[in-house]
């Protein structure tokens, strides 16, 4: 398994990870906002592009949504 990531609801997600692109493996115990979960992720040793792989998967206008927020 890589890095899952599952849309709950339009604020929040959950997260599976297992070797190599984490520490050990790891699921979120609840749904969290999207920055906490890539901050527990990257703690546990997720390298920043393949987060953003598996944001992009989980929700692809993700991204789009935070920048328009911030115009």
Not at 6 to 17: D, L, M
Not at 44 to 57: E, K, L, P, T, Y
Request: hydrophobic share 40%.
């Amino acid at each position: 398994m890589a890095i899952t990531i599952t849309k709950v609801s339009e604020a929040y997600y959950t997260a599976r990870a297992s070797p190599p692109h984490v520490s050990k493996p790891w699921s979120s115990t609840e749904p969290l906002r999207m920055h906490l979960l890539c901050e527990e992720l990257i703690a546990r040793g997720a390298h920043q592009v393949d987060v953003g792989d598996a944001i992009n998967d989980a929700d692809r206008e993700w991204l789009q949504r935070k920048l328009d927020e911030r115009l």
